[in-house]
């Protein structure tokens, strides 16, 4: 049987990420929160998923220091950046 790939949404703060993962095989869907810099904590939930992820992260302009070539191979993040409006 081929491995799934995981859908993974992360909304990343400078304190913690909320993670929602969905694998759309199955169906099954859950919510993690993850404490601590994201750059500490995200790659290391990734990769702990054991199987490919295809993951989007919203952040601030700055990312928070998420550097997608560390996640490996197995893992293809994308940011979604939003913008903020002058004042």
């Known amino acids: 049987m081929s491995e799934s790939m995981a859908l993974v949404g992360l909304d ?3 304190a913690q990420t ?3 993962v969905l694998d759309p095989r199955s169906g099954e869907r859950r919510l993690e929160r993850l404490r601590g810099a994201p750059s500490a904590v995200v790659v290391g939930f990734l990769e702990r998923l ?3 992820v295809r993951a989007v992260y919203e952040a601030e302009p700055m990312g928070f220091g998420i550097d997608p070539s560390r996640t490996g191979k197995r893992s293809r993040p994308v940011a979604a950046v939003r913008r903020i409006p002058p004042r």
Do not use: N, T
Request: no cysteine.
């Open 50 to 52: 054991e199987r490919p």
């Open 12 to 14: 990343v703060h400078q």
């Open 18 to 20: 909320v993670a929602a």
